[in-house]
């Protein structure tokens, strides 16, 4: 049985789209060990059809996060036997690179997104210039690599002449039954995701000013007291819920229990450029309409199945232009839901893990 190691630098209980990778492969004939690392926050681990473990680290944010982390990931790594291991993003891809080589097995790179990009690198250009290093140094000796959207293959090809299958980041289709009313009372618009500069959030705030609705934001991040705060000042406490971080069961009762999905980005950086976030097919499935950039991934997307209004900038009329289109306008409504009902048969993991599985059978 091929043994197959996955490294992240989250806890692991939130990763969706790790938890369908290792279900997969465990479901078909892999035996999968995720490493994580445990936090204060940490709650236990659900158990799973495939192995975890999370990693204690003393320092939690910055260089020396970075360097304890990797350095801890490495010499667990030189225990653990395996046939294939998989760093997630650049962040934990050397030490799995390096070991790859001692041992002489199978690297492989996930790249959840185009890592020196995020706005949080973008704006410091030596940190940016020591990812790029990190970035060219492991493509260019990875040959096993796949991403989450086309987009992003295509940078990494044009740049590194390096192939990169594209496994998106689908939920699995289930059986549960949809809500049933179309129209909520109050409506409900939902942010599910990390609460991080440059996607919408802070914009969104304000403009709850101008609309008879609610605003729930699902995850935790950086912005999180800063947002609370501004709602306070902007007095909106019983129309913005900050819910928190939820598992992946409980994020799906709450989809379902909303009017619209907001998927929004500032175009800060190729990496929210070229993205194609899990909430974009987590709202469709739900059967519950959108708003998202005209981003390339969600505008070939969305000419394939209309699930959603796609709008250009962030500014306040165009954010109330969208939300009243969808709330006020209920044939567009009904329309867009209708269509987030055919694309869930297509847009989901039971399809998109056939490729995953074709990529790892090719590895052996």
Known sequence: MPIVIFTVVNDLTYDQRMHRI????????????????????????????????????????????????????????????????????????????????????????????????????????????????????????????????????????????????VIRNMPVKTDEGLRKEIHLNPPVVLYQGTLNEGRGIEQMIDVMQYLDCRLILAGEGDLAASLIKTGERLKLEQKIIFAGMKTAAELRELTLQSTVGINLLENTGLSYYYSLANKFFDYAMAGIPQITMNFPEYRILNKQFEVAILIDDLKTETLLRAIHQLMDEKDFYIRLRENCLRAREEWNWQKEEIKLLSFYHGLQ
């Open 22 to 165: 290792c279900n997969s492969l465990a479901r078909n004939g892999y035996d999968v060990l995720l490493i994580g690392r445990k936090l204060k926050s940490s709650i236990p681990l659900h158990p799973e059809i495939f192995m975890q473990k999370r990693l204690h680290s003393i320092f939690t944010r910055g260089k020396l996060f970075y360097i304890e982390y990797n350095l801890r990931l490495f010499f667990l790594l030189l225990t653990k036997k395996f046939h294939i291991v998989c760093g997630i993003d650049l962040d934990t891809i050397l030490p799995c690179y390096f070991i790859s080589v001692m041992r002489n097995k199978t690297c492989v790179y996930d790249a959840h997104e185009l890592f020196p990009e995020v706005p949080e690198v973008v704006r410091r250009p030596a940190i940016q210039s020591l990812w790029r290093s990190v970035e060219k140094f492991s493509i260019l000796r990875i040959k096993n690599c796949y991403t989450v959207s086309q987009s992003i293959a295509d940078h990494f090809e044009k740049n590194y002449k390096r192939k990169f299958e």
